[in-house]
């Protein structure tokens, strides 16, 4: 049973361009969240998915950023024009049958923006 | 704000010590996760305490919940240098998990 597979695990993108940010979660597990670590920090919740729901995105900023989970195929984090200030890690996590039960993580994606 | 506090921020002990890392929480929770972050990785989940239990042992770690001071505390006996890592305790707040700063923790062999 593969474990959370994020991809990629490093983006590069230019002031401007697009960023997508790919996570499958674990097999079985229909809760999908999604959080920001900047260097030495802790992690910052953006968003709770589960398939074909958004169901919290009250750490997601309004412009520019935005979520999906679609009934088929990985959940995507996508940034708009991106800024300086969205170099980050973005990790996803999983979790399975309800909310309240472990939430595995993945390897993050390591966005710069240059 | 909503996120945990944790302390101490940074820990550094020798190898075969122990190693006691609180953390401290403003809601009504479910339960209470504890992970492990080595530099430039993912997170792992290390255990995970429910609202109506006290204590949990796995291993060398011991993971103690009092939600009456809305506090919890992980100790890790017999430390290694493998160890070395930053941890962060995670709680169920409604719909999101909710992490606190972390503690970053270095073993010295």
């Known amino acids: 049973n593969a474990g959370v597979m994020q991809n990629p695990r490093h983006l590069v993108r230019r002031r401007g361009q697009e960023a997508r940010l790919r996570c499958s979660p674990m097999?079985?597990?229909?809760?999908v969240y999604w959080y920001r670590q900047l260097p030495e920090e802790g992690l910052k919740f953006m968003v709770y998915?589960?398939?074909?729901?958004?169901?919290?995105e009250s750490g997601m900023p309004k412009e520019r950023f935005s979520a999906e989970f679609p009934k088929e195929g990985p959940s995507i984090l996508r940034i708009q024009q991106v800024v300086r200030g969205d170099s980050a890690a973005y990790f996803c996590?999983?979790?399975?049958?309800?909310?309240?039960?472990?939430?595995?993580f993945g390897q993050g994606t390591r966005l710069t923006v240059v | 704000s909503q996120q945990g506090e944790e302390d101490p921020q940074a820990l550094s002990i020798q190898e075969g010590e122990n190693a006691t890392m609180n953390c401290s929480y403003k809601?009504?929770?479910?339960?209470l996760q504890w992970y492990r972050q080595n530099s430039g990785r993912g997170l792992v989940h290390l255990i995970l305490?429910?609202?109506?239990?006290r204590e949990k042992h796995s291993g060398r770690l011991r993971v103690t919940l009092d939600t009456s001071k809305k506090s919890s505390s992980l100790l890790i006996t017999a430390s290694r240098a493998a160890d070395t890592a930053s941890y962060f305790c995670?709680?169920?707040?409604?719909?999101?998990?909710?992490f606190g700063g972390g503690t970053r923790l270095m073993v010295k062999p």
């Open positions: 996590a999983s979790s399975g049958l309800t909310a309240n039960t472990e939430a595995f």
């Open positions: 998915l589960q398939k074909e729901n958004i169901i919290d």
């Open positions: 305490i429910r609202s109506n239990e």
């Open positions: 809601t009504s929770i479910n339960n």
């Open positions: 995670a709680f169920n707040a409604g719909n999101m998990l909710t």
């Open positions: 097999k079985g597990h229909s809760h």
